[in-house]
């Protein structure tokens, strides 16, 4: 019963009427159910009675509460305690209390002969962010015991207006489901971060202390703010005398959506004047839609000592401060990773396909008219999709607003889920093909679907450590395919038509295929696609619950969850 509310299956109520039946035929040892919510059958105290009465999983750490500042219904400034699990405990946890879970799904061991963390260091060894680390740096010595993780910040709305951010962690080279992989941190209300920053910011810096104690190997006599815990407490005890594993981990890596990164970094938004862009200085001075190889902004890409000079100057300009996060011992701008999910499937490719589409329902290739063109095209998408086993499909018919929102004025878009986009792509490539009459448009429309399609093929068929020349690869293919879109845009701006609406993503995609992908090999390794299914796990718990519980239920149904499993 456990492992199903663990799962999602029931919910903490049916949970509690499941027991209260038991107990009336004589159920044994089910009294502390049945004796959930004040009246024995209230939904809102039910979950937090069923955590009493359940216990801790085996394997995990107790919940860490932190006062944290938060925005009240009323928009005022309140404190309340706030629950976090800390990833040092959780690793300690996981290594002593089940330690075949650790071996697969943290060092990635399946008992293969290669060995997935020494492979990862050897393919790492030039990055700078490896070898200038305060604690690995030229200590090769240590590699073997340390892991590289990652950690993962992004919003899902749960309600009408309502976005929970969520924030988790995993081990670079564990293997295995989402479930088991992907370890969370904590959840927050985005309604209740303060404008400020100052929630998000004390978030963080109960992370970067509890994955610095990771880092060194500690358990602490101290909370994050540095005040001794109460003597006679668990975590006091622990601080003391609990020796920590033999091994360590260290952030590596930051994945998230722009927006995330925004709010984490203070980096500008994609619409921001003057610099537009986190990785460059892109923007007034140097424009983002330059997308040729000798484009000025290529000069400006930041390394970690620029950003921190930059953030200086600001500072002292009265801008932000840098970002807690940054408190994270050896973590560095390079290690914030551009994603394919946000960056191509949520973007780019949508762009792409609904182009495509759009001029061909506009140039009445499959109909009369748009309605009867989205039909035709709907029936011929299904047949491909069944002739070539496409796992990830659209499944509504297409409607005009698939390829082009609603309104007057509005450029061509996809509408779709991200997995979606991805595989609809060599179906919208066949329609370029078939549809060239080798006019300078059509052939500049089918290079640009053309590359894009190759840059995910590269993904799909190569390792996870991209050679030299398959980073020359990469970063051909997504030239090509920015070139030739601000071209067709250009075409498209000239003739006062709107089509091939170019947007900051593009510019995105270049810093991924030029940036990101020499530092960190082949994107299919740190996709954001098991990330969101956790955010997915945490939307369903929101869902379920009332707000004022809802982290500590969330982060509970995530251990329930993991202790369960193999
Ligand atoms: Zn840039």
Not at 43 to 55: E, F, W
Not at 313 to 323: D, I, K, Y
Not at 515 to 523: D, F, K, S, V
């Amino acid at each position: 019963m456990v492992r199903d509310w663990a799962n999602g299956k029931i919910s903490a109520t049916k949970v509690q009427e499941y027991c209260f039946g038991s107990q009336s035929i004589g159920g044994k040892g089910l009294k502390s159910f049945a004796k959930m919510g004040k009246s024995g059958n209230n939904p809102q105290h039910c979950q937090r009675d069923l955590i009493t009465a359940v216990g801790k999983p085996a394997g995990c750490p107790d919940l860490y509460w932190a006062p944290m500042h938060i925005k009240d219904k009323d928009g005022n400034r309140c404190e309340r305690m706030h629950p976090f699990l800390l990833p040092h405990e959780f690793f300690a946890a996981l290594w002593t209390e089940k330690k075949d879970f650790f071996k697969k799904h943290m060092l990635g061991d399946e008992g293969d002969e290669l060995n997935a963390l020494q492979e990862f260091w050897e393919a790492q060894s030039n990055n700078s962010f490896v070898q200038d680390h305060p604690i690995i740096g030229g200590r090769p010595e240590l590699l073997p015991l340390t892991l590289p993780l990652g950690i993962h910040g992004d919003a899902g709305e749960f309600s009408h207006q309502e976005n929970v951010f969520v924030i988790s962690w995993n081990s670079l080279v564990g293997k295995g489901a989402t479930s088991k992989t992907r370890f969370l941190t904590t959840c927050l209300n985005k309604t209740e971060l303060l404008d400020d920053g100052t929630t998000l910011n004390e978030a963080f810096e109960v992370m970067a202390w509890s994955f610095n104690l990771l880092a060194n190997r500690q358990f602490s006599i101290t909370d994050h703010t540095g005040a001794r815990f109460d003597d006679t407490s668990s975590r006091f005890q622990q601080g003391l005398f609990k020796e920590f594993p033999p091994g360590r981990a260290i952030v590596l890596q930051l994945r998230g959506d722009w927006q995330f990164l925004c709010q984490a970094f203070g980096f500008p938004q994609w619409n921001a004047a003057g610099n537009m862009c986190w990785v460059c200085a892109a923007g007034d001075n140097f424009p983002w839609t330059d997308m040729r190889p000798e484009a000025a902004w290529r000069d400006t890409v930041r390394t970690h000592d620029m950003y921190l000079q930059d953030i200086a100057e600001r500072e002292a300009a009265g801008g932000n401060p840098l970002s807690v996060l940054f408190k994270i011992v050896g973590f560095t701008l390079e290690c914030i990773c551009i994603d394919v999910l946000h960056t191509l499937d949520q973007g780019v490719t949508l762009h792409i396909v609904g182009n495509i589409i759009q001029e061909l329902l506009r140039a009445h290739t499959y109909g009369p008219n748009v309605k009867d063109g989205c039909s035709r095209l709907w029936l011929m998408y299904k047949q491909w999709c069944t002739d070539n086993k496409v796992a990830s499909r659209i499944p509504s018919r297409f409607k005009p607003t698939t390829f082009r929102l609603e309104g007057k004025g509005k450029f061509p878009k996809l509408r779709c889920k991200a997995a979606e986009a991805r595989h609809i792509v060599p179906w919208a490539l066949k329609l370029a093909q078939e549809n060239n009459t080798e006019s300078r448009h059509d052939k500049l429309r089918l290079a640009c679907v053309q590359s894009l399609c190759d840059f995910y093929n590269q993904m799909e068929t190569k390792p996870r450590h991209y050679s030299e020349a398959d980073c020359e690869e990469a970063r051909q293919t997504m030239r090509m395919v920015c070139s030739c879109y601000a071209a067709l845009s250009r075409e498209a701006h000239e003739a006062g038509l709107r089509l091939w609406r170019l947007v900051p993503k593009f510019h995105l995609s270049i810093h991924l295929a030029e940036y990101t992908i020499p530092m960190w090999g082949n994107p299919r390794f740190y996709w954001t696609y098991s990330d969101e299914d956790l955010v997915g796990q945490v939307i369903e718990v929101a869902q379920s619950c009332h707000p004022s519980t809802m982290t500590a239920v969330a982060l509970y149904k995530h251990m329930a969850h993991l202790s369960i499993l193999a």
